[in-house]
């Protein structure tokens, strides 16, 4: 998916002469009202509803108090915005600042394409403190200390349920989602009964394909990776344990259409009543809580934590990192729109209010009372087993081929309605980590 970049980082401001006992010059750490009018070019993806709207907003507001900086936006579709980034740093026509899914990093900082935060920027943005502990993961390079991107906002997922399906079957929340066992049960009470499709999970067209079934490998004691990201292991006892669970899952209790389909269409069929159990980021939260006119909202819906496998209870937990391109010619200016979308209100109205995203800023998660809200508060006890993959430069390359693996276990699914045969699930696996093996090896 992204592709080898050949980038030079280039100077971004200006140095003193050079001579032996010369450095060159801090870069600013902020773009004085005296300075001329610039242009930053910002790329985004669609965070939430209204998303191009809502971003703007936040210009305008930047603007407001900084006239002389002009932030020119453009938003990328998720699936593409990997490979439109990569195309432009190396064509040279990359932006000043970008989004950035937490997993690109490792790729773009090792071709050369980000300009590392200095230790008094990131001072400037409130320090690693003022952010979600856990965020900082992805923020550089694996074996790196180099901070190529700074947290925007953070994504954990989170089991919804149909308050009125679990409430028909005397099932208490507590305990129908305890555990994987707990959770098939569950599955399986709601299924008898008939009256709606007990799971509701995307399938193969989802840009989510990797991160849905990770949980589940990592509940099982497996992994992707060995530990210093070098060597495939989705073929380890472990990790087939992990899949084998999540597509019995899928093939016994998921609405069979919804396998060929996306996130946007599962939330919809949560929403429209069509099915009981469904797991998704914060961002659904701010969705049902606006569509309270749709079926199976007007039923009652709530979140848990997802449930405990038999060797831990964890959650994907990703989003997005903000960072500055090397070429980019206005890093001042730049640093300052970081800032500002780091900083606390802007936090708060566009990433709770606009996007119904998790913040990446404490201050903002603990000012808009998300750790104690009933709704919310799934989210914020999945942070403290979330786990993110490791910042290698081949995770592109590595997320692409399991995508394409792990899809075609959805299409055996759907053509069968069964779970794919213990011996076929290994050879597939065993063939996933022959194909991740071949993306680290071609890593530049």
Not at 214 to 231: K, V
């Amino acid at each position: 998916m992204s592709a080898a970049l050949l980038v030079l980082p280039l100077s971004l401001v200006g140095t003193t002469a050079c001579t032996k006992e010369s450095t060159p010059a801090a870069a600013p750490l902020s773009y004085a009202a005296s300075e001329p009018p610039v242009t930053i070019k910002f790329w985004f993806m669609p965070n939430g509803l209204n998303a191009e709207q809502s971003m703007k907003a936040e210009t305008e507001a930047f603007h407001r108090l900084h006239p002389n900086i002009t932030v020119q936006l453009r938003m990328l579709d998720w699936a593409a915005a990997l490979t439109m980034i990569s195309t432009a740093v190396g064509g040279g026509d990359a932006p000043d600042v970008a989004q950035l899914g937490t997993t690109w990093v490792g790729d773009l900082t090792k071709s050369g394409a980000l300009q590392p935060y200095s230790e008094a920027e990131i001072d400037s943005l409130g320090g690693q403190a003022a952010f979600v502990p856990a965020s900082w993961t992805s923020t550089k390079p694996a074996g790196t200390d180099a901070v190529t991107a700074v947290p925007w906002f953070v994504d954990v997922r989170a089991l919804f349920y149909r308050t009125d399906v679990l409430r028909r079957l005397g099932l208490d929340p507590a305990k129908a989602f305890a555990d994987w066992n707990s959770l098939e049960r569950t599955l399986a009470a709601i299924k008898r009964e008939g009256k709606v499709a007990p799971l509701g999970q995307p399938g193969k067209n989802d840009w989510n394909v990797v991160h849905n079934v990770t949980p589940f490998i990592w509940g099982a004691g497996g992994d992707l990776l060995s530990a210093d990201g070098t060597a495939p292991t989705l073929s380890t006892p472990e990790a087939i344990a992990g899949v084998d669970y999540y597509q019995r899952l899928m093939a016994n209790y998921n609405k069979r259409d919804l396998l060929a389909k996306d996130s946007d269409a599962a939330m919809a069929s949560f929403a429209d009543g069509e099915t009981a159990v469904l797991m998704q980021g914060p961002d659904a939260v701010s969705r049902f809580r606006t569509g309270t006119d749709r079926a199976g909202l007007r039923s009652g819906w709530s979140t848990a934590p997802l449930p405990a496998g038999p060797q831990g209870r964890y959650t994907f937990l990703g989003g997005s990192d903000l960072a500055i391109f090397a070429r980019s010619a206005h890093h001042p200016a730049a640093l300052e729109w970081v800032r500002f979308l780091t900083g606390a209100e802007s936090q708060d109205r566009y990433a709770v209010r606009a996007a119904g995203i998790w913040p990446a800023r404490l201050e903002t998660v603990r000012a808009a009372a998300l750790d104690t809200d009933p709704v919310y508060r799934a989210f914020a006890q999945a942070q403290t087993f979330g786990r993110q993959y490791p910042a290698v430069a081949a995770w592109g390359d590595i997320e692409a081929a399991l995508t394409r693996d792990i899809s075609s276990l959805w299409e055996f699914v759907m053509a069968t309605g069964k779970p794919m045969p213990a011996d076929d699930l290994r050879r597939l696996l065993l063939s996933a980590d022959d194909n991740v093996r071949t993306a680290i090896v071609r890593a530049p």
